[in-house]
C-alpha cells in the first residue's frame, strides 16, 4: 500500500463506529449453570443446554441481567421496561447450536451516551445482552492459515456478554482509543468485567469509513477486527483510514467486508463481506419470554452504582486538589486510586499522598511484578509514612530506604524506623551539640570557611551526617551550621 501524503489525509474525514463485547463477570453461562471459568480442560464446562442439544430449554441468568442494567446506567442509557432475545443465523463450526441468542429490537439498553474529554458526547446506539460462541484451535500453523485441522473448544459457548453499540461519532483514533478506556475503565470501577482486551474479556471491532470533508452522507465501512489492546486498536484504525483513501484516490470503490488486523506486519486483511442484519435472519427466540424488567428493581440497581471514574477524577481534582495527570492515572489504575482514597482521609498531603503512591510504590510493584494487594501496606500506614516525612521524623532518603520493609512486613511505620535507627533528628539542641564538636575538632577549617574558603561547607555537613548516621534533618542542620559559623 502507498503511503497517503499529509495533503490527501486532511481531505478525507474518517467516520466511526465500535462495537465492544464485555464478557460480564458472572459465576456462569448465560442460559445455563456451566461454570465460565478461564483455562479448564477443552469442553470440560459444557451441557446439553450450551451444547445446543435438541428439547433443553435455556433459563437468563440474573446476575448477567444486573450487570447489564448496572452498566447501562452508567452509560446513561433509559433501560427497557419490555426486552427480548432473538435467534441470530449463522453458521460456523463453533456455534453448536447454528444460531446465537443476541437481541435484536428490543436490547435491555438503548440510547446514551459516553463523553470524553473534549467534551463530545459519543452517543451509543444500543447495549444489549448475548451469549459468546466456542474457540478453535488450529493445529500446526499460527492461526487458520496453513494449519492441518482445527479443534472446536466449547467452554466459552454461553459465555454472557453486553455488546456496546456506539453511533459513527467517531472522528479519529485518539477519539476510540480514548473511547475503549473510557468503557474500560467504568467496567472496572462497577467490577462488571475485569476489560482485560489482551485475554480478550473485553473486544473490540470497529467500523470504519471515509468521506470528503464537508459532505453528510456516509461512506461505504469495513469492519476491522482482532485489537487485543488500546495501543492495537489505534494503529489498526489509522493504517485502515490511510488504506480507504489510497483506494478512493486510486479511483476504486472501498468494499463493505470485515477486515482482520495483523500485529506483525501492520495491514489489515480482507476476511469476508460483511453482513447485514437481514442476513441473520433475526426472530425472536421461541424458548425465552419476552423479558418484563421491575421498575423499581432497576432504580434499585442505579442507587447502589459506586463511584465511577468520571466523579472520582472531578473529586480528586476538584476536591483534593491534585493535577489532571496525577488525577488520571488513579483513575486508571483503579487500585492505586482506591487506596488514596482510603488514606487519604488522615493525612492532608494528598500531592505527597499521589506522589508516593504514582512514583516509588508503583515502581516497587511495576520491578517485582505485584499488586498492591499482594504487598502488606495499608492505607493507614501509608498515611503515617507521608506524616513522619511532612513532620521531619523521616527524610525522604530513609523514607525510600524504609519504604520496600513498610510493603513486605506489615510493621507501623515508625516502628520499623525505630527499629533501623532511622528517626530523623530534628531537635534544635541535639544537632547544635553534635555541630559545635564537629567545630571545635576543626579549627583550621573554621578558620579557612570564615577566610572566604565556602566549599568547606560541605565537609562540615559531611561530618554531621557521618556523626548521626544520616539521620540529621538536612534543612535543620544546614541553618543551624550556617549560624555557627558565622558566629
Known amino acids: 500500500m502507498a503511503t497517503v501524503s499529509p495533503e490527501l489525509m486532511t481531505k478525507y474525514e474518517a467516520v466511526i463506529g465500535l462495537e465492544v463485547h464485555v464478557q460480564l463477570k458472572t459465576n456462569t453461562k448465560l442460559f445455563c449453570g456451566c461454570s465460565i471459568r478461564f483455562g479448564d480442560e477443552p469442553n470440560e464446562n459444557t451441557c446439553p443446554i450450551c451444547l445446543g442439544m435438541p428439547g433443553v430449554l435455556p433459563v437468563l441468568n440474573k446476575k448477567a441481567l444486573e450487570y447489564a442494567v448496572k452498566l447501562g446506567h452508567a452509560l446513561n442509557c433509559p433501560i427497557a421496561e419490555l426486552s427480548k432475545f432473538d435467534r441470530k443465523q449463522y453458521f460456523y463450526p463453533d456455534l ?5 441468542i443476541s437481541q435484536y429490537d428490543r436490547p435491555v439498553c438503548q440510547e446514551g451516551y459516553l ?14 445482552l448475548e451469549e459468546d460462541a466456542g474457540k478453535l484451535v488450529h493445529s500446526g500453523a499460527d492461526g487458520l492459515a496453513g494449519s492441518d485441522y482445527s479443534l472446536v473448544d466449547l467452554n466459552r459457548a454461553g459465555t454472557p456478554l453486553l455488546e456496546v453499540v456506539s453511533m459513527p461519532d467517531i472522528r479519529s483514533s485518539d477519539e476510540a482509543q480514548e473511547y475503549v478506556s473510557q468503557l474500560r ?3 472496572r470501577y462497577l467490577d462488571v468485567c475485569d476489560g482485560n482486551l489482551e485475554e480478550g474479556s473485553m473486544r473490540c471491532d470497529a467500523n470504519v469509513s471515509i468521506r470528503p470533508r464537508g459532505q453528510e452522507e456516509l461512506g461505504t465501512k469495513a469492519e476491522i477486527k482482532n485489537m487485543n489492546s488500546l495501543k492495537a486498536m489505534k494503529r489498526a484504525i489509522d493504517v485502515e483510514i490511510e488504506r480507504q483513501i489510497g483506494v478512493v484516490e486510486g479511483g476504486n470503490k472501498v468494499v463493505q467486508e470485515s477486515r482482520l488486523w495483523n500485529e506483525a506486519t501492520g495491514k489489515t486483511i480482507s476476511m469476508r463481506s460483511k453482513e447485514e442484519a437481514h442476513d441473520y435472519r433475526y426472530f425472536p427466540d421461541p424458548d425465552l419470554r419476552p423479558l418484563a424488567i421491575d421498575a423499581a428493581w432497576v432504580k434499585e440497581l442505579k442507587d447502589s452504582l459506586p463511584e465511577l471514574p ?3 477524577y472531578e473529586k480528586l481534582t476538584q476536591t483534593f486538589g491534585l493535577p489532571e495527570y496525577d488525577a488520571g492515572v488513579l483513575v486508571e489504575f483503579k487500585e492505586l486510586g482506591d487506596f488514596f482514597m482510603v488514606a487519604s482521609e488522615t493525612v492532608d498531603n494528598y500531592k505527597g499522598l499521589s506522589n508516593w503512591l504514582m512514583g516509588d510504590i508503583a515502581g516497587y510493584l511495576n520491578a517485582n511484578k505485584k499488586l498492591l494487594e499482594d504487598t502488606k501496606l495499608t492505607p493507614e500506614h501509608l498515611a503515617q509514612f507521608v506524616k513522619m516525612i511532612d513532620d521531619g521524623a523521616l527524610s525522604s532518603a530513609q523514607a525510600k530506604k524504609l519504604l520496600p520493609d513498610l510493603l513486605e512486613s506489615g510493621e507501623a511505620p515508625e516502628t520499623l524506623a525505630k527499629a533501623k535507627g532511622m528517626a530523623q533528628i530534628s531537635d534544635d539542641g541535639a544537632l547544635k551539640e553534635i555541630l559545635q564538636k564537629i567545630l571545635d575538632e576543626n579549627p583550621d577549617n573554621v578558620a579557612a570557611y570564615r577566610g572566604g574558603k565556602d566549599k568547606l561547607f560541605g565537609f ?14 538536612p534543612q535543620k542542620l544546614n541553618e543551624l551550621l550556617k549560624e555557627l559559623l558565622q558566629g
Do not use: C, D, W
Not at 453448536?96 to 446465537?100: A, D, E, I, L, S
Not at 562540615?460 to 534533618?473: D, L
Open 310 to 312: 468520571s466523579q472520582r
Open 460 to 473: 562540615f555537613v559531611g561530618q554531621a551526617m557521618k556523626a548521626t548516621q544520616g539521620n540529621a534533618n
Open 185 to 187: 475503565s467504568i467496567v
Open 115 to 128: 463523553e470524553l474529554s473534549n467534551g463530545k458526547k459519543v452517543r451509543i446506539e444500543r447495549a444489549h
Open 96 to 100: 453448536p447450536k447454528g444460531y446465537q
